[in-house]
Every structure is written in structure tokens, then in C-alpha cells.
């Protein structure tokens, strides 16, 4: 499938490695929003939030325990974190792979843009 981030999960393309399992693989996003910004994504392809179902979406729940355990092991989790998934046009969405993005280390602004 051509798709970026099923190849990033497959090694097809290069990417920095943050976190593997059966389920899920974690990498730094090429264009850092914060002193952490790591992507986090499905190793089956899932199009976006729309396209989950009871069926596929264990693996979401699964996404943020990853993530809850690696903002424990980067020493985050006390001071605070955010995790962003963006659908579609309007949520910004330009990888068609469903990701949650990881981000920390700096005050994230709030409302968003
Ligand atoms: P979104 O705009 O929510 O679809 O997020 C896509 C994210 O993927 C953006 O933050 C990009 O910087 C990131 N990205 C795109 N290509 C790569 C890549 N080859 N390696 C790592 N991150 C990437
Ligand atoms: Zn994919």
C-alpha cells in the first residue's frame, strides 16, 4: 500500500525509533512542535478517527498506555503532556494513517489554531 507511515512501520522509509510492539510503532516527527513531538501509529492501516469502529479501535487504547508509559520513562508525565489526533481537512490531517501525536516539554497554548 502506498502509504507513508505503513512504510515508516515497516522500515521501508527511515524514521527515529522511539517505541516498538505487535501493535504499535512510535517515531520522532520530522518537524518537532515542542521539545517532544513523538507520532505514534497502528501498525495496520486505519485512514483516520473516522474510519474506527468497535472492531479496530482496541489499538487506540493501547496508543495512549504507550504513551502514558513513555511520558513516565522521558520524565514528562508530572509536568504535563498533550496527545493530538488531527481528521480530516478541517483538524488538519495530512497523512491519511491514523497518528496521535505525542507532545511535551514546553506550555502548550490552548485553545488550538
Ligand atoms: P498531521 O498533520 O496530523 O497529519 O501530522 C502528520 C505529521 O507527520 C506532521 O507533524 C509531520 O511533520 C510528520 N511527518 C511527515 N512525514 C514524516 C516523516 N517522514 N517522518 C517523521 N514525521 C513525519
Ligand atoms: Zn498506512
Known amino acids: 500500500m502506498d502509504c507513508l507511515f505503513c512504510k515508516i512501520a515497516a522500515g521501508e522509509i527511515p524514521s527515529t525509533k522511539v517505541y516498538e510492539d505487535e501493535q504499535v510503532y512510535a517515531f520522532l516527527d520530522i518537524e518537532p512542535q515542542a521539545p517532544v513531538h513523538i507520532i505514534l501509529i497502528p501498525k495496520t492501516h486505519i485512514p483516520s478517527a473516522n474510519a474506527l469502529t468497535e472492531e479496530n479501535a482496541g489499538v487506540v487504547g493501547h ?34 494513517h491514523i497518528h496521535f501525536h505525542l507532545l511535551a516539554g514546553r506550555n502548550l497554548g490552548w485553545p488550538p489554531g
Open 63 to 96: 496508543i495512549y498506555a504507550v504513551a502514558a508509559k513513555l511520558a513516565k520513562e522521558q520524565g514528562f508525565a508530572e509536568k504535563g503532556y498533550r496527545i493530538v489526533n488531527n481528521c480530516g481537512e478541517d483538524g488538519g490531517q495530512t497523512v491519511g
